[in-house]
Protein backbone atom coordinates (compact mmCIF):
# COMPACT_ATOMS: atom_id res chain seq x y z
CA UNK A 1 0.00 0.00 0.00
CA UNK A 2 1.47 3.38 -0.73
CA UNK A 3 1.90 6.36 1.60
CA UNK A 4 -0.99 8.37 0.10
CA UNK A 5 -3.08 5.39 0.58
CA UNK A 6 -1.84 4.77 4.48
CA UNK A 7 -2.30 8.97 4.79
CA UNK A 8 -6.06 8.29 3.82
CA UNK A 9 -7.21 5.84 5.80
CA UNK A 10 -5.54 7.55 8.99
CA UNK A 11 -7.72 10.50 8.46
CA UNK A 12 -11.02 8.57 7.25
CA UNK A 13 -10.32 6.85 10.69
CA UNK A 14 -11.14 10.07 12.87
CA UNK A 15 -14.68 10.18 11.05
CA UNK A 16 -17.47 8.13 12.79
CA UNK A 17 -20.45 7.20 10.71
CA UNK A 18 -23.71 8.71 11.29
CA UNK A 19 -25.74 7.77 7.95
CA UNK A 20 -24.83 5.44 5.69
CA UNK A 21 -24.93 5.85 2.06
CA UNK A 22 -27.90 3.02 1.73
CA UNK A 23 -30.14 5.71 3.91
CA UNK A 24 -28.62 8.69 1.71
CA UNK A 25 -29.91 6.80 -1.25
CA UNK A 26 -33.15 6.11 -0.31
CA UNK A 27 -33.90 10.03 1.59
CA UNK A 28 -32.86 11.28 -2.27
CA UNK A 29 -34.96 8.86 -3.83
CA UNK A 30 -37.92 9.92 -2.05
CA UNK A 31 -37.14 13.76 -2.11
CA UNK A 32 -36.81 13.43 -6.01
CA UNK A 33 -40.20 11.81 -6.08
CA UNK A 34 -41.96 14.94 -3.53
CA UNK A 35 -40.04 17.20 -6.38
CA UNK A 36 -41.47 15.82 -8.91
CA UNK A 37 -45.04 16.17 -7.69
CA UNK A 38 -45.46 19.09 -6.36
CA UNK A 39 -43.60 20.76 -9.36
CA UNK A 40 -45.43 18.66 -12.14
CA UNK A 41 -46.20 20.89 -15.21
CA UNK A 42 -44.45 23.48 -13.73
CA UNK A 43 -40.87 25.91 -14.82
CA UNK A 44 -38.66 24.43 -12.38
CA UNK A 45 -34.59 25.40 -11.97
CA UNK A 46 -32.29 23.43 -9.71
CA UNK A 47 -29.66 25.74 -7.75
CA UNK A 48 -27.26 24.54 -6.46
CA UNK A 49 -25.23 25.78 -3.33
CA UNK A 50 -21.93 25.61 -4.28
CA UNK A 51 -19.52 23.47 -3.11
CA UNK A 52 -21.00 21.35 -0.39
CA UNK A 53 -24.10 20.59 -2.23
CA UNK A 54 -22.65 18.83 -4.97
CA UNK A 55 -23.35 15.60 -4.16
CA UNK A 56 -26.89 15.88 -3.15
CA UNK A 57 -27.28 17.52 -6.73
CA UNK A 58 -26.41 15.32 -8.69
CA UNK A 59 -28.12 12.39 -6.83
CA UNK A 60 -31.13 14.78 -6.74
CA UNK A 61 -31.68 15.69 -10.24
CA UNK A 62 -31.36 12.13 -11.79
CA UNK A 63 -34.26 11.31 -9.53
CA UNK A 64 -36.55 13.86 -10.65
CA UNK A 65 -38.70 13.03 -13.53
CA UNK A 66 -39.24 16.12 -14.89
CA UNK A 67 -37.96 18.93 -17.02
CA UNK A 68 -35.36 21.06 -14.91
CA UNK A 69 -32.78 23.85 -15.46
CA UNK A 70 -29.44 23.85 -13.14
CA UNK A 71 -27.49 26.43 -11.80
CA UNK A 72 -25.06 27.25 -9.38
CA UNK A 73 -24.45 29.88 -6.47
CA UNK A 74 -21.81 30.51 -4.15
CA UNK A 75 -22.37 31.31 -0.43
CA UNK A 76 -19.30 31.15 1.97
CA UNK A 77 -19.80 31.82 5.85
CA UNK A 78 -17.52 28.69 6.65
CA UNK A 79 -13.68 29.45 5.57
CA UNK A 80 -10.35 27.19 5.99
CA UNK A 81 -11.00 25.37 9.05
CA UNK A 82 -13.61 27.30 11.23
CA UNK A 83 -16.04 25.57 12.79
CA UNK A 84 -18.54 28.14 13.26
CA UNK A 85 -19.88 30.74 10.62
CA UNK A 86 -18.75 34.53 9.53
CA UNK A 87 -20.00 36.65 7.86
CA UNK A 88 -21.87 35.51 4.33
CA UNK A 89 -20.48 35.75 1.34
CA UNK A 90 -22.70 35.39 -1.84
CA UNK A 91 -21.92 35.43 -5.63
CA UNK A 92 -24.14 35.15 -7.88
CA UNK A 93 -22.45 35.21 -11.27
CA UNK A 94 -23.56 31.31 -11.86
CA UNK A 95 -27.39 31.52 -11.55
CA UNK A 96 -29.46 31.33 -14.80
CA UNK A 97 -32.22 33.27 -15.59
CA UNK A 98 -34.93 32.48 -13.09
CA UNK A 99 -37.10 35.28 -13.18
CA UNK A 100 -41.14 33.71 -13.61
CA UNK A 101 -39.42 30.36 -12.54
CA UNK A 102 -40.07 28.09 -9.38
CA UNK A 103 -37.04 27.68 -7.98
CA UNK A 104 -35.77 25.43 -5.55
CA UNK A 105 -32.16 26.02 -3.59
CA UNK A 106 -30.32 22.81 -2.48
CA UNK A 107 -27.71 23.01 -0.10
CA UNK A 108 -25.76 20.31 2.02
CA UNK A 109 -27.28 21.37 5.60
CA UNK A 110 -28.61 23.95 7.33
CA UNK A 111 -27.97 24.94 10.73
CA UNK A 112 -27.91 28.25 12.16
CA UNK A 113 -30.40 29.33 8.67
CA UNK A 114 -27.81 32.39 8.27
CA UNK A 115 -26.76 31.09 5.02
CA UNK A 116 -30.00 30.38 3.75
CA UNK A 117 -32.18 33.23 4.47
CA UNK A 118 -29.68 35.35 3.08
CA UNK A 119 -29.44 33.55 0.14
CA UNK A 120 -33.66 33.21 -0.47
CA UNK A 121 -33.51 37.03 0.11
CA UNK A 122 -30.61 37.56 -2.34
CA UNK A 123 -32.86 35.13 -5.22
CA UNK A 124 -35.97 37.46 -5.05
CA UNK A 125 -34.43 39.91 -6.47
CA UNK A 126 -34.21 37.46 -9.57
CA UNK A 127 -38.19 38.02 -9.62
CA UNK A 128 -38.63 33.77 -9.59
CA UNK A 129 -42.41 32.83 -9.25
CA UNK A 130 -41.06 31.19 -6.00
CA UNK A 131 -38.37 30.02 -4.15
CA UNK A 132 -37.93 26.77 -2.09
CA UNK A 133 -35.43 24.93 -0.28
CA UNK A 134 -34.14 21.75 0.25
CA UNK A 135 -31.16 20.19 2.45
CA UNK A 136 -30.22 16.81 2.82
CA UNK A 137 -28.98 17.64 6.86
CA UNK A 138 -30.61 20.15 9.13
CA UNK A 139 -29.27 20.70 12.62
CA UNK A 140 -33.08 21.63 14.14
CA UNK A 141 -30.95 22.84 17.60
CA UNK A 142 -28.66 25.19 16.43
CA UNK A 143 -31.17 27.37 14.14
CA UNK A 144 -31.39 30.68 15.08
CA UNK A 145 -34.02 32.20 12.20
CA UNK A 146 -37.56 31.68 11.70
CA UNK A 147 -37.29 29.89 8.50
CA UNK A 148 -37.38 26.30 7.95
CA UNK A 149 -36.17 24.75 5.26
CA UNK A 150 -39.17 23.55 2.70
CA UNK A 151 -37.49 19.93 2.67
CA UNK A 152 -35.11 17.88 4.06
CA UNK A 153 -34.20 14.46 4.55
CA UNK A 154 -32.48 14.09 7.82
CA UNK A 155 -32.49 16.08 11.13
CA UNK A 156 -29.13 15.92 12.82
CA UNK A 157 -27.64 16.76 16.52
CA UNK A 158 -25.55 19.54 17.08
CA UNK A 159 -21.85 17.55 15.97
CA UNK A 160 -19.35 18.65 13.63
CA UNK A 161 -20.54 16.54 10.14
CA UNK A 162 -18.48 15.72 6.81
CA UNK A 163 -19.11 13.23 4.21
CA UNK A 164 -21.69 13.75 0.94
CA UNK A 165 -20.11 17.31 0.04
CA UNK A 166 -19.26 18.56 3.35
CA UNK A 167 -16.02 19.29 4.12
CA UNK A 168 -13.39 20.04 7.29
CA UNK A 169 -11.00 22.42 5.51
CA UNK A 170 -11.74 20.77 1.80
CA UNK A 171 -11.03 17.57 2.59
CA UNK A 172 -14.03 14.60 3.51
CA UNK A 173 -16.14 15.95 0.94
CA UNK A 174 -15.59 12.83 -0.63
CA UNK A 175 -16.64 10.18 1.54
CA UNK A 176 -20.11 8.30 0.29
CA UNK A 177 -21.20 9.05 3.96
CA UNK A 178 -21.90 11.61 6.63
CA UNK A 179 -19.81 11.09 9.40
CA UNK A 180 -18.60 13.04 12.79
CA UNK A 181 -15.45 14.33 13.03
CA UNK A 182 -13.82 12.93 16.17
CA UNK A 183 -12.95 16.12 18.61
CA UNK A 184 -9.78 14.77 19.44
CA UNK A 185 -9.00 14.83 15.98
CA UNK A 186 -7.88 17.37 13.49
CA UNK A 187 -7.92 20.13 16.40
CA UNK A 188 -11.60 20.41 16.24
CA UNK A 189 -13.01 21.85 19.55
Not at 35 to 59: H, Q, R, W
Not at 86 to 91: C, P
Not at 125 to 131: C, G, K, L
Amino acid sequence: MSVKGDARTRRDAAVRRLIGEVEIHAAVEQLGRQISEEYADKPLTILGVLTGSIMLVTDLIRQIELPLKLGLIQASSYRGTATSPSELRINTALVPDVSDRHVLLVDDIFDTGKTMEGLLERLQTFEPRSVKSAVLLWKKVRTIVELEPDYHCFLIPDEFVVGYGLDYNDEYRHLPYIGVMEESDEGLK
